[in-house]
């Protein structure tokens, strides 16, 4: 049975110290991108929420202005804007949940 000396035995042990502290170095790098990318794609979201957060109070502010006799026209745009941010919050709620 060969026997192993203790320098041989810290070089291995060294090897496999060095390999798994690089694994590790890895997944950082890994984490960071997805880090960076969970951002981007927040900030998206919420650029996105807020142009249709927008849009449904622009449609708003036209029903408020709209006489008696127009209001039903514009009430349409307004649900159409609504249901839109609606649809975005929830996607983005179950996103980020």
Avoid: H, P
């Amino acid at each position: 049975m060969a026997t192993i000396t203790k320098q041989s035995y810290e070089e291995k042990a060294k090897a496999q110290l060095d390999k798994l502290n690089a694994q590790i170095d890895e997944i950082k790098a890994k984490g960071a991108q997805l880090k960076a990318d969970a951002s981007i794609n927040y900030q998206d979201m919420m650029e996105e929420l807020s142009a249709k957060s927008d849009a449904a109070r622009a449609k708003f502010e036209e029903i408020q202005q709209a006489g008696e006799d127009a209001w039903d026209d514009v009430k349409s745009g307004f649900e159409s804007a609504w249901q839109d941010l609606s649809s975005a919050f929830e996607s983005a709620s179950k996103k980020f949940q």
